[in-house]
């Protein structure tokens, strides 16, 4: 266990009180009594600051930080041009509302995400505040420029909390149950599953065809590799299928790479591992490294089909965020983060992937650049196990590692370390995830 500390070398992790701590404890009856019990909690720990890949509690423990905020902090937590660019930024103004007076920040966003996204094709951008306000606008935009209602979206996907995000997320427990009645028009289809052997090509289009018809369908919503779903790395070519299907047919396509953007697999965008280039692309999550923002970004015609005024909302693109989101761009190339990505990606897959055993309990070990996770199955190799995912997220945050668990049935590990950890933490934090693996 490293303890470096002291002058901005990078701290270690350090278990200094029981997990959580008695300073947690004392702030945890706090929250029962004034915050609804309907927020969930990975880790009770509260935290008092974060660094590039430690996150430090009230207690003064620190973990290894392979949670990132769910993919926020890609360029590191309270990241040094981030945290300069917002403080330069507050100085100066913190809100207008982009529909009261713009602002040179917005559009310089607009211009970098335009440039940035797959295809080199004329592209809008629209600013929000959250992943699914994103999904919701998409949305919007694919039924106007197509004057079509239908919607797809796919089994294991998750697009947001609200109404219509809600109903095009597959998973009923917790997001779904007892909120319904859900948006309509929203229609599901298997998502490629290579590890459980569902999802084919030709199903799935067989699939949307008998049930909806082309004809009807304004968008698919497709995450590239499904996040909250379980790290699930569709078949190759299955989303450029998938894609081709849809230009033949003048359905658009909706890519949410909410978490999967701004590095995280070792490209800006995850579309670009299959050479896909959406119609749509929505962002949020690491576009702020921390600041909440979230983006639109498509085709000009697509984008500008919507008539003046039928878009915006008091917060999107505040400046304070927008501010965030150039100094998070610029750090990914600066810091030469994507390449980061694949050696982060490349050296969890190869240490995890010696986990893997025909009798479990790791079923598979899968991913693209840092956007890893283990599968945990029964003895027979394929019954989901999600006591197992539990017992051993568990142990790593009791020893100071802090990962997150994922899929449809609960069952699997994700890892989504920030893209500035160094070789040593990350190393150090695998080892006591694959102790935690071996010990269920
Ligand atoms: N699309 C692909 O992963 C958010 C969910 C946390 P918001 N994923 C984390 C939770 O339990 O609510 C997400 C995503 C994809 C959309 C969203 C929604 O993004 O910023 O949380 O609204």
Same mark, same amino acid.
């Given at each position: 266990?490293?303890?470096?500390?002291?002058?901005?070398?990078?701290?270690?992790?350090?278990?200094?009180?029981?997990?959580?701590?008695?300073?947690?404890?004392?702030?945890?009856?706090?929250?029962?009594?004034?915050?609804?019990?309907?927020? /969930?909690?990975?880790?009770?720990?509260?935290?008092?600051?974060?660094?590039?890949?430690?996150?430090?509690?009230?207690?003064?423990?620190?973990?290894?930080?392979?949670?990132?905020?769910?993919?926020?902090?890609?360029?590191?937590?309270?990241?040094?041009?981030?945290?300069?660019?917002?403080?330069?930024?507050?100085?100066?103004?913190?809100?207008?509302?982009?529909?009261?007076?713009?602002?040179?920040?917005?559009?310089?966003?607009?211009?970098?995400?335009?440039?940035?996204?797959?295809?080199?094709?004329?592209?809008?951008?629209?600013?929000?505040?959250?992943?699914?306000?994103?999904?919701?606008?998409?949305?919007?935009?694919?039924?106007?420029?197509?004057?079509?209602?239908?919607?797809?979206?796919?089994?294991?996907?998750?697009?947001?909390?609200?109404?219509?995000?809600?109903?095009?997320?597959?998973?009923?427990?917790?997001?779904?149950?007892?909120?319904?009645?859900?948006?309509?028009?929203?229609?599901?289809?298997?998502?490629?599953?290579?590890?459980?052997?569902? /999802?084919?090509?030709?199903?799935?289009?067989?699939?949307?065809?008998?049930?909806?018809?082309?004809?009807?369908?304004?968008?698919?919503?497709?995450?590239?590799?499904?996040?909250?779903?379980?790290?699930?790395?569709?078949?190759? /070519?299955?989303?450029?299928?998938?894609?081709?299907?849809?230009?033949?047919?003048?359905?658009?396509?909706?890519?949410?790479?909410?978490?999967?953007?701004?590095?995280?697999?070792?490209?800006?965008?995850?579309?670009?591992?299959?050479?896909?280039?959406?119609?749509?692309?929505?962002?949020?999550?690491?576009?702020?490294?921390?600041?909440?923002?979230?983006?639109?970004?498509?085709?000009?015609?697509?984008?500008?089909?919507?008539?003046?005024?039928?878009?915006?909302?008091?917060?999107?693109?505040?400046?304070?965020?927008?501010?965030?989101?150039?100094?998070?761009?610029?750090?990914?190339?600066?810091?030469?983060?994507?390449?980061?990505?694949?050696?982060?990606?490349?050296?969890?897959?190869?240490?995890?992937?010696?986990?893997?055993?025909?009798?479990?309990?790791?079923?598979?070990?899968?991913?693209?650049?840092?956007?890893?996770?283990?599968?945990?199955?029964?003895?027979?190799?394929?019954?989901?196990?999600?006591?197992?995912?539990?017992?051993?997220?568990?142990?790593?945050?009791?020893?100071?590692?802090?990962?997150?668990?994922?899929?449809?049935?609960?069952?699997?590990?994700?890892?989504?370390?920030?893209?500035?950890?160094?070789?040593?933490?990350?190393?150090?934090?695998?080892?006591?995830?694959?102790?935690?693996?071996?010990?269920?």
């Amino acid at each position: 266990m490293t303890d470096a500390g002291a002058g901005g070398e990078e701290r270690g992790r350090r278990l200094a009180t029981d997990v959580p701590g008695p300073a947690s404890r004392r702030l945890a009856a706090r929250r029962a009594a004034a915050v609804t019990r309907a927020v /969930g909690t990975t880790l009770g720990v509260f935290a008092a600051r974060a660094e590039a890949g430690i996150l430090e509690d009230v207690d003064g423990n620190r973990f290894i930080d392979f949670a990132s905020g769910i993919s926020v902090t890609n360029v590191g937590n309270a990241a040094p041009a981030v945290v300069a660019a917002v403080r330069h930024q507050a100085g100066l103004f913190t809100h207008t509302c982009f529909q009261v007076t713009p602002y040179e920040g917005y559009v310089a966003v607009c211009e970098r995400l335009n440039a940035l996204t797959p295809g080199d094709h004329e592209k809008r951008s629209l600013l929000v505040n959250s992943g699914a306000e994103a999904v919701e606008n998409a949305v919007k935009v694919a039924r106007y420029a197509t004057g079509r209602q239908a919607v797809v979206a796919f089994d294991h996907g998750f697009h947001g909390r609200t109404l219509l995000t809600m109903s095009l997320t597959g998973k009923a427990v917790p997001y779904k149950e007892g909120f319904g009645p859900f948006a309509p028009e929203v229609y599901r289809a298997p998502y490629s599953y290579p590890f459980r052997n569902t /999802g084919r090509l030709e199903e799935v289009i067989a699939h949307v065809e008998t049930t909806v018809g082309a004809e009807s369908i304004a968008c698919v919503v497709v995450e590239p590799i499904c996040g909250e779903g379980g790290f699930i790395v569709p078949e190759p /070519g299955w989303l450029a299928g998938l894609s081709r299907w849809c230009a033949e047919h003048g359905v658009l396509v909706v890519a949410d790479e909410v978490q999967t953007a701004m590095g995280r697999t070792g490209t800006w965008f995850a579309c670009e591992h299959e050479h896909v280039v959406p119609d749509l692309v929505t962002t949020a999550k690491s576009l702020g490294g921390g600041l909440p923002i979230g983006a639109v970004t498509g085709r000009a015609e697509v984008m500008d089909a919507v008539h003046p005024g039928g878009l915006g909302g008091t917060f999107g693109g505040n400046p304070l965020a927008c501010a965030a989101a150039l100094a998070v761009c610029d750090t990914i190339e600066r810091q030469g983060l994507l390449e980061r990505a694949r050696h982060i990606g490349d050296m969890a897959l190869r240490r995890l992937e010696k986990l893997v055993a025909a009798t479990g309990p790791v079923g598979e070990a899968r991913g693209r650049g840092a956007m890893v996770a283990v599968e945990l199955v029964g003895s027979d190799g394929h019954t989901p196990d999600a006591a197992a995912a539990r017992a051993a997220a568990a142990a790593c945050h009791r020893h100071g590692v802090l990962v997150l668990t994922a899929g449809t049935y609960g069952n699997v590990i994700r890892l989504l370390p920030p893209l500035v950890i160094s070789d040593e933490l990350l190393g150090e934090g695998l080892e006591v995830l694959e102790a935690a693996l071996q010990g269920v």
